[in-house]
């Protein structure tokens, strides 16, 4: 009797086997597997988010008022300084390329050892609207030149800045701004930005506030590396750094009697020095607050400034705060690239800063460079969340690499991120389970960007980042990664474990970087 028939195999016969499938859940450099590596930079996520710590939201906004209210007592002790003004606070510091400095020393900080989390904050110090003042941008690098008027409303600039304004112009720049020492009234009261908000990455509408009470006492003197009382043991930070920058500026500084007539234009380098003066000066005159966090570092590395914040607890966290003079621009310059993948971009976007820049050379060392962090915090919120982990699980892996050193590769990395949303689908950046493979791309764009040299940046056509010093040294790090990215990335989850429980602090030291 023949046999019943489904289809075309007897219904009592095994199953017909399944069509061959391809491993493709393999990396090919190293033999991971992709599935364990997204597994690592899920838990890695997990265990790195701020939001989800303890009692975070108390630490931090506690962290922001005593930082801001700070910033209000550097007003009071020198009245250039902007009363209110809109502060741009990034997750991260400058060491996990929140922005691009240049190739400027970044001081010897680690986190984990030195600092359970990092912020970035920009603080306008001057505004580009309504000074008549001009910005001219080098044609072959991304600094640029500020060139104060003499005179507004009966004032003299130069003379109100001749403390922080440094060479001429080089030659070989376009003028790309300049504003007209026009409109109302109203708008000319000030030469600096003075809105009343900040913006961060998670609330742009937070209302600024302060916290006077928790900041008084005397003035004292100034220096560049500032030690206050904490309990936790803290080495001190070796003088040689700083020191370092001061020598660098050896034949920028201007006699008081030439600035004037030789050097109209506003000098970072020097805007840096004010401000860590002024910032120094108030911050050693406080007097500690039960209940407060507590001030126990300050120090100035080339054009910013970083200080430590120790919060009550408990658990006690060490947070570490980058503050960068910026001069706010408003407009956009010309020759900017747009961004189709990201769609249209708010209108609030169109203005840029120009922040300190880390070159060597004596015309980069007294030229400002041009930052977009603020299109590049829209852009953020337009990127898919499993190529946002996947960038972090990839800035985790680096940070070992580039401690202490003055390579730019941290934002190179970042710059990546948004050159990869133009190159790949979004459905496929969208898929959590690519999260792995996006990783191990990231990493390895970088290593040909190391061995090139150079990115192109990403908002100014024919203009080029450069990788720096060490780069070489850092390629072969990179490679050792490559071999066993989830290793690394375990040692990534647990650094940040000890990270999210706080208090395990060692102290700030190791000499010069």
Same mark, same amino acid.
């Given at each position: 009797m023949a046999s019943a028939v489904w289809g075309s195999?007897?219904?009592?016969?095994?199953?017909?086997?399944?069509?061959?499938?391809?491993?493709? %859940?393999?990396? !090919?450099? @190293?033999? #991971?597997? $992709?599935?364990? /590596?997204?597994?690592?930079?899920? &838990?890695?996520?997990?265990?790195?988010?701020?939001?989800?710590?303890?009692?975070?939201?108390?630490?931090?906004?506690?962290?922001?008022?005593?930082?801001?209210?700070?910033?209000?007592?550097?007003?009071?002790? %020198?009245?250039? !300084?902007? @009363?209110? #003004?809109? $502060?741009?606070? /990034?997750?991260?510091?400058?060491? &996990?390329?929140?922005?691009?400095?240049?190739?400027?020393?970044?001081?010897?900080?680690?986190?984990?050892?030195?600092?359970?989390?990092?912020?970035?904050?920009?603080?306008?110090?001057?505004?580009?609207?309504?000074?008549?003042?001009?910005?001219?941008?080098?044609?072959?690098?991304?600094?640029?030149?500020?060139?104060?008027?003499?005179?507004?409303?009966?004032?003299?600039?130069?003379?109100?800045?001749?403390?922080?304004?440094?060479?001429?112009?080089?030659?070989?720049?376009?003028?790309?701004?300049?504003?007209?020492?026009?409109?109302?009234?109203?708008?000319?009261?000030?030469?600096?930005?003075?809105?009343?908000?900040?913006?961060?990455?998670?609330?742009?509408?937070?209302?600024?506030?302060?916290?006077?009470?928790?900041?008084?006492?005397?003035?004292?003197?100034?220096?560049?590396?500032?030690?206050?009382?904490?309990?936790?043991?803290?080495?001190?930070?070796?003088?040689?750094?700083?020191?370092?920058?001061?020598?660098?500026?050896?034949?920028?500084?201007?006699?008081?009697?030439?600035?004037?007539?030789?050097?109209?234009?506003?000098?970072?380098?020097?805007?840096?020095?004010?401000?860590?003066?002024?910032?120094?000066?108030?911050?050693?005159?406080?007097?500690?607050?039960?209940?407060?966090?507590?001030?126990?570092?300050?120090?100035?590395?080339?054009?910013?400034?970083t200080i430590l914040l120790a919060t009550p607890g408990p658990p006690r966290r060490l947070l570490l705060f980058d503050l960068i003079p910026v001069v706010s621009v408003a407009g956009w310059p010309e020759g900017a690239r747009s961004h189709s993948w990201a769609g249209p971009l708010a209108s609030e976007s169109a203005s840029f800063y120009l922040v300190p820049g880390g070159g060597t050379k004596q015309q980069e060392a007294s030229g400002w460079q041009l930052c977009f962090a603020r299109q590049e915090l829209a852009l953020k919120t337009r990127i898919p969340a499993p190529l946002l982990q996947a960038h972090a699980a990839a800035q985790a892996l680096l940070r070992p690499l580039v401690a202490g050193t003055r390579t730019a590769a941290p934002y190179l990395l970042r710059t990546l991120l948004y050159w990869a949303c133009e190159r790949l689908p979004a459905l496929y950046l969208a898929r959590p389970e690519n999260a792995g493979a996006c990783c191990l791309g990231l990493l390895d764009e970088l290593g040909r960007v190391l061995e090139a040299g150079t990115l192109p940046h990403y908002f100014l056509s024919g203009r080029k980042l450069h990788a720096g010093e060490g780069s070489a040294s850092l390629l072969g790090a990179l490679v050792e990664l490559r071999g066993d990215p989830a290793r690394a990335l375990r040692a990534a989850v647990e650094e940040a474990k000890v990270a999210r429980k706080g208090g395990g602090l060692a102290g700030v030291g190791g000499g010069a970087h």
């Amino acid at each position: 009797m023949a046999s019943a028939v489904w289809g075309s195999v007897p219904w009592w016969g095994p199953p017909p086997p399944a069509p061959a499938r391809p491993l493709t %859940d393999l990396d !090919f450099c @190293s033999g #991971a597997q $992709l599935q364990e /590596l997204t597994q690592l930079i899920q &838990e890695l996520g997990v265990q790195e988010s701020w939001n989800d710590g303890p009692q975070p939201g108390a630490d931090l906004l506690r962290a922001k008022d005593f930082v801001f209210s700070l910033l209000g007592l550097v007003h009071r002790q %020198d009245p250039r !300084f902007p @009363s209110q #003004a809109e $502060l741009l606070l /990034l997750r991260g510091g400058v060491r &996990e390329g929140s922005l691009d400095l240049g190739h400027a020393p970044l001081g010897p900080y680690a986190r984990g050892p030195h600092y359970d989390a990092g912020f970035t904050l920009l603080v306008p110090v001057f505004s580009l609207e309504g000074t008549g003042s001009e910005l001219q941008l080098d044609r072959e690098s991304c600094y640029a030149w500020l060139r104060l008027p003499e005179l507004v409303l009966g004032t003299s600039l130069h003379e109100a800045w001749q403390d922080c304004l440094g060479p001429p112009v080089p030659g070989g720049c376009d003028l790309i701004h300049q504003t007209e020492n026009e409109g109302s009234p109203k708008d000319k009261q000030s030469s600096v930005v003075q809105p009343s908000s900040y913006i961060t990455e998670s609330d742009p509408s937070i209302v600024l506030e302060k916290s006077p009470s928790d900041l008084s006492g005397p003035e004292s003197s100034q220096h560049d590396v500032t030690h206050f009382g904490s309990s936790e043991p803290m080495q001190e930070v070796s003088t040689g750094i700083v020191e370092a920058t001061v020598d660098g500026l050896e034949g920028l500084v201007p006699q008081a009697s030439e600035v004037r007539e030789a050097w109209p234009t506003l000098c970072p380098a020097q805007v840096a020095a004010w401000f860590f003066a002024t910032l120094a000066t108030v911050a050693e005159s406080l007097i500690p607050v039960p209940g407060a966090p507590r001030l126990v570092h300050a120090a100035r590395h080339a054009g910013f400034t970083t200080i430590l914040l120790a919060t009550p607890g408990p658990p006690r966290r060490l947070l570490l705060f980058d503050l960068i003079p910026v001069v706010s621009v408003a407009g956009w310059p010309e020759g900017a690239r747009s961004h189709s993948w990201a769609g249209p971009l708010a209108s609030e976007s169109a203005s840029f800063y120009l922040v300190p820049g880390g070159g060597t050379k004596q015309q980069e060392a007294s030229g400002w460079q041009l930052c977009f962090a603020r299109q590049e915090l829209a852009l953020k919120t337009r990127i898919p969340a499993p190529l946002l982990q996947a960038h972090a699980a990839a800035q985790a892996l680096l940070r070992p690499l580039v401690a202490g050193t003055r390579t730019a590769a941290p934002y190179l990395l970042r710059t990546l991120l948004y050159w990869a949303c133009e190159r790949l689908p979004a459905l496929y950046l969208a898929r959590p389970e690519n999260a792995g493979a996006c990783c191990l791309g990231l990493l390895d764009e970088l290593g040909r960007v190391l061995e090139a040299g150079t990115l192109p940046h990403y908002f100014l056509s024919g203009r080029k980042l450069h990788a720096g010093e060490g780069s070489a040294s850092l390629l072969g790090a990179l490679v050792e990664l490559r071999g066993d990215p989830a290793r690394a990335l375990r040692a990534a989850v647990e650094e940040a474990k000890v990270a999210r429980k706080g208090g395990g602090l060692a102290g700030v030291g190791g000499g010069a970087h």
